[in-house]
């Protein structure tokens, strides 16, 4: 399989024509990035991957993983021309002048996608033609920018190897943060069903959720979509887990579960990030019996300490410098990434949590 894409880049650079549409499928790169350009990303992630998948209906493709979040894009390709242009058909433009990435009762981030559009080169890299302005509306002021994509930039595709749909079955441990409830833990199970089709039970507390594995960009997707007596869906579309090399999945859109109660859709759940890791859980560790009742674990950027109670924490890098303390933590840690020991106030061991 890599053989053959190298041999079909050194066959369109020869005789000088642009990449097939088929070849646009895959995870891509941002690079070109200078301290002038990091700087202007701001909040953006400079690692986060851009995916480019198939689309339906009025577009060809769809682009994700803007600012690192996985809402979508509905973008055209046209093959003579070589560009990659954001078209119009998407359902999920903000009051008509740009695609949200997110949002929920505490706000929204959106980007202009105004005659946005990326030049395919022959030999795949994808150049950013328009500055990609990513901005925190905010209803008291000018809208802020979170951080500029900015022109010329390129997205490079990667070789990536990514597992069969049957090696995804199994059971995993979904721990997360809910916007109304705080810290939560699923227990889910995989199965495939069909091909790259999944079935999902125990996610959000919803049995028999169809989901498709999309191999070539290492996610699955999860379509809004009715199981049994509860509505899964959200604000933003399609639901997204992207795979990590050790086989744990990200949520990378919030997502939102409501049931019917007397006809009335009620929220059950609105989950804004977490990860489902496969087997015991790595991510969430129960401190031993016979101390204080506390659970601990890392995700996106967050150390959450889960107790029935305000709790004395100190956090050590992995130099063991302390680099947080606090008489009373009810609320999520930010800290940036790296290896961390949170120790809790009353149990013996600390414990080792990766952001």
């Known amino acids: 399989m890599k053989k053959n894409y190298a041999l079909m880049i050194l066959f369109a650079l020869f005789m000088g024509v642009n ?19 990091t700087a202007a990303l701001g909040r953006i992630s400079p690692d986060a991957m851009f995916r480019i998948m198939p ?37 999920y433009s903000a009051y008509g002048f740009g695609m949200l990435l997110y949002y929920s009762d505490l706000g929204y981030l959106c980007v202009d996608t105004q ?5 395919v080169g022959a030999d795949g890299v994808l150049t950013i ?62 199965s495939q069903t069909d091909g790259d089709t999944l079935s999902i039970n125990g996610f959000m507390g919803v049995d028999n959720i169809s989901a498709t594995y999309l191999p070539d960009v290492a996610m ?30 990200t949520l990378t859109t919030p997502a939102v579960a409501e049931v019917s109660v007397d006809g009335e859709p009620m929220p059950l759940a609105y989950l804004i990030d977490g990860t489902a890791v496969k087997g015991a859980s790595s991510a969430v560790r129960e401190l031993p019996t016979g101390e204080e009742a506390v659970s601990v674990y890392g995700s996106n950027g967050f150390v959450y300490v889960v107790s029935d109670a305000p709790v004395a924490v100190q956090i050590y890098n992995a130099a063991g410098v302390q680099v947080y303390g606090s008489a009373a933590v009810s609320a999520p840690i ?16 600390a414990v080792p949590v990766i952001l």
């Open 129 to 190: 033609d328009e500055n990609i302005e990513v901005v925190e509306p905010d209803n008291d002021e000018d809208e802020p920018e979170v951080g500029t994509y900015t022109k010329g930039l390129t997205l490079t595709k990667q070789i990536i190897t990514t597992p069969a749909a049957a090696d995804l079955a199994g059971d995993y441990t979904f721990t997360g943060n809910d916007m109304m409830t705080g810290p939560v833990e699923y227990s889910m199970s995989v």
């Open 220 to 249: 699955v997707v999860i379509p809004e979509q009715e199981a049994d007596t509860v509505t899964v869906g959200q604000m933003l579309g399609d639901i997204y887990f992207i795979l990590s090399d050790d086989g744990s999945w």
């Open 19 to 37: 990449v097939s549409a088929v070849d646009l499928v895959g995870v891509y790169k941002l690079g070109g990035l200078t301290d002038e350009t």
């Open 55 to 91: 689309g339906d209906g009025d577009a060809d493709y769809y682009m994700t993983g803007v600012a690192g979040y996985g809402c979508k894009w509905a973008v055209a390709y046209d093959e003579s021309a070589g560009t990659l242009t954001v078209t119009d058909a998407s359902p």
């Open 334 to 349: 930010s800290l940036n990434k790296g290896y961390y020991l949170v120790r809790v106030a009353g149990n013996r061991k």
């Open 115 to 119: 005659s946005l559009a990326f030049t």
